[in-house]
């Protein structure tokens, strides 16, 4: 009986020092000091391609199936930033939406092609636009906190 | 002592041992099985709100969050917004998101809830935890096989390895093999 007070009472102070901590911690720890703005990042990408940053926003977006990103808002309207993570590495809970993260990454691009809408005459322009190569840059997540 | 007392010893206790962690990869791996047809960690419901015609809304209001949830009453404490585009605004609540386009007049109230049990088991079967749950599900694994090794030598008889169990045996290792050789 003695022992299973031991185990609980461990089990107590466990779950009260997590809850206590600031934030959820996803991935490896956060190493980097000093925070990018995202509006700085989507300003001039290329500009960061391969280099390590800190960002901070809120959370908009969440992979619904596996949790294997987050969109981070930018501190601008209309701007945000999606945070990847390999699959299994990191799962980023849905209910993280609406909530503050702090996430540390590595900003790498990739081009895409974009779907060929079935258009008309009158939208022809807009097909052409639509299927050509897009550049995107996203951050590959090494670790976040969620607050 | 004998070998297949020795046997029989080891399958019982790693059974009890292995019975919870059993159950609980089985039902998880059932779960994520489907996952193309149902999301195994989240019921996801999705509502659409129709923003009446009578009522006014000036995206570039700085309470308009605020104004949206008092349209929907919406009782629960805002999170946080963010506005995508300069007719659609985001507004988070707790596991709850209310998505309105101000050009369409419409707004879609999403709902997400935890599958109960199932989210827990999901989380530890596809080892999300990491750390040391990793070993734990090692010895787990290993607890399988010693639990399909030693069952194989439980009983002797014609129930046994050298009786029926044999043809047994045989056609649980043609059933991977039949499907590798239909699919690989």
């Given at each position: 009986?003695?022992i299973?007070?031991?185990?609980?009472?461990?089990?107590f102070?466990?779950?009260i020092?997590?809850?206590?901590?600031?934030g959820?911690?996803y991935?490896?720890?956060?190493?980097?000091?000093?925070?990018?703005?995202?509006?700085?990042i989507?300003?001039?990408?290329?500009?960061?391609?391969?280099?390590?940053?800190l960002?901070?926003?809120?959370v908009?977006?969440?992979?619904?199936?596996?949790?294997?990103w987050?969109r981070?808002?930018?501190?601008k309207?209309?701007?945000?930033i999606?945070?990847?993570?390999?699959?299994?590495?990191?799962v980023f809970?849905?209910?993280?939406?609406g909530?503050?993260?702090?996430?540390?990454?590595?900003?790498?691009?990739?081009?895409t092609?974009?779907?060929?809408?079935?258009?008309?005459?009158?939208?022809?322009?807009?097909?052409e636009?639509?299927?050509?190569?897009?550049?995107?840059?996203?951050?590959?997540?090494?670790?976040?906190i969620?607050? | 002592?004998?070998?297949?007392?020795?046997?029989?010893?080891?399958?019982?206790d790693?059974?009890?041992?292995?019975?919870?962690?059993?159950?609980i990869?089985?039902?998880?791996g059932?779960?994520?099985?489907?996952?193309?047809?149902?999301?195994?960690?989240?019921?996801?419901t999705?509502d659409?709100?129709?923003?009446?015609?009578?009522?006014?809304?000036?995206?570039?209001?700085?309470d308009?969050?605020?104004?949206?949830?008092?349209?929907?009453?919406?009782k629960?404490?805002?999170?946080?917004?963010?506005?995508?585009?300069?007719?659609?605004?985001?507004?988070y609540?707790?596991?709850k998101?209310?998505?309105?386009?101000?050009?369409?007049?419409?707004?879609?109230?999403?709902?997400?809830e935890?599958?109960?049990l199932?989210?827990?088991?999901n989380?530890l079967?596809?080892?999300?935890?990491?750390?040391?749950?990793?070993w734990?599900a090692?010895i787990?694994?290993?607890?399988?096989?010693?639990l399909?090794?030693?069952?194989?030598?439980?009983?002797k008889?014609?129930?046994g390895?050298?009786?029926?169990?044999?043809w047994?045996t045989?056609l649980?290792i043609?059933?991977?093999?039949?499907?590798?050789?239909?699919?690989?």
């Amino acid at each position: 009986m003695k022992i299973l007070y031991k185990v609980l009472t461990i089990i107590f102070l466990f779950t009260i020092i997590n809850f206590a901590s600031d934030g959820k911690k996803y991935g490896k720890e956060i190493t980097l000091k000093e925070k990018t703005k995202i509006s700085e990042i989507l300003k001039n990408p290329a500009a960061f391609e391969g280099k390590r940053v800190l960002v901070e926003g809120t959370v908009i977006g969440v992979c619904e199936k596996r949790g294997c990103w987050i969109r981070l808002a930018g501190d601008k309207d209309y701007e945000s930033i999606r945070v990847k993570v390999r699959d299994g590495e990191i799962v980023f809970p849905l209910e993280a939406k609406g909530k503050k993260a702090l996430v540390e990454g590595k900003i790498y691009s990739f081009v895409t092609k974009a779907k060929k809408k079935k258009g008309t005459k009158k939208d022809d322009k807009e097909c052409e636009i639509e299927g050509t190569q897009k550049r995107i840059y996203q951050i590959k997540g090494i670790g976040a906190i969620i607050k | 002592m004998k070998v297949r007392k020795v046997i029989r010893i080891l399958h019982r206790d790693i059974g009890y041992i292995a019975f919870a962690l059993t159950i609980i990869y089985s039902i998880s791996g059932i779960a994520v099985n489907h996952s193309d047809d149902w999301n195994p960690n989240y019921s996801i419901t999705k509502d659409t709100l129709i923003i009446p015609s009578s009522i006014n809304l000036q995206a570039s209001s700085k309470d308009l969050p605020k104004k949206i949830i008092e349209i929907f009453q919406i009782k629960d404490s805002i999170k946080s917004s963010f506005k995508s585009s300069p007719v659609t605004i985001d507004i988070y609540f707790n596991k709850k998101t209310l998505s309105v386009n101000l050009k369409k007049r419409i707004a879609i109230l999403e709902k997400v809830e935890s599958r109960t049990l199932l989210r827990e088991s999901n989380f530890l079967h596809l080892n999300n935890p990491k750390k040391i749950w990793t070993w734990v599900a090692d010895i787990f694994a290993v607890s399988l096989i010693l639990l399909a090794v030693t069952g194989l030598f439980m009983i002797k008889g014609k129930n046994g390895i050298k009786g029926r169990g044999k043809w047994l045996t045989l056609l649980g290792i043609l059933i991977p093999l039949f499907f590798l050789y239909l699919y690989f």
